[in-house]
C-alpha cells in the first residue's frame, strides 16, 4: 500500500520556524521527484517545492524562495521542508507528494499567527 504521511505542522508566531516531514512507503522512493504542495483558506492548491531524485537539485515557488528548503534522505524513505521566517500567508494544510502527483496523504496543518 503506498502511503504518504506528513507531520511536523502546528501553531508559529510570524518569523518562526517549522519543520515538516513527509514519510513515505510502498513504492521504490529514491526513484521519485517528490513534491510539497499547500493549500490556504479560500485558495487552490499550489506546487510549493520539487526535489529530485538524488536530492540535489530544488525548485520553489516564488513566494517562499530564500525562506523554504526542501531536502530528501532516501535511506528514510523521508522527504523535509524546512520552513524559516513564517509569514502570515504561508497558513495553509502542507502536502507531500511525487511529481507528478500520484497519491494524497492527510497533510499537516501550518498556521502562522501572532
Known amino acids: 500500500q503506498v502511503t504518504l504521511v506528513e507531520s511536523g505542522g502546528g501553531l508559529v508566531q510570524p518569523g518562526g520556524s517549522l519543520r515538516l516531514s513527509c514519510a513515505a512507503s510502498g513504492f521504490t522512493f529514491r526513484y521519485y521527484t517528490m513534491t510539497w504542495h499547500r493549500q490556504a483558506p479560500g485558495k487552490e492548491r499550489e506546487l510549493v517545492a520539487r526535489i529530485n531524485r538524488a536530492g540535489d537539485s530544488t525548485n520553489y515557488v516564488d513566494s517562499v524562495k530564500g525562506r523554504f528548503t526542501m531536502s530528501r534522505d532516501n535511506a528514510k524513505n523521508t522527504v523535509y521542508l524546512q520552513m524559516n521566517t513564517l509569514k502570515p500567508e504561508d497558513t495553509a494544510v502542507y502536502y507531500c507528494?511525487?511529481?507528478?502527483?500520484?497519491?494524497w496523504g492527510k497533510g499537516t496543518q501550518v498556521t502562522v499567527s501572532s
Open positions: 507528494n511525487a511529481d507528478p502527483p500520484w497519491i
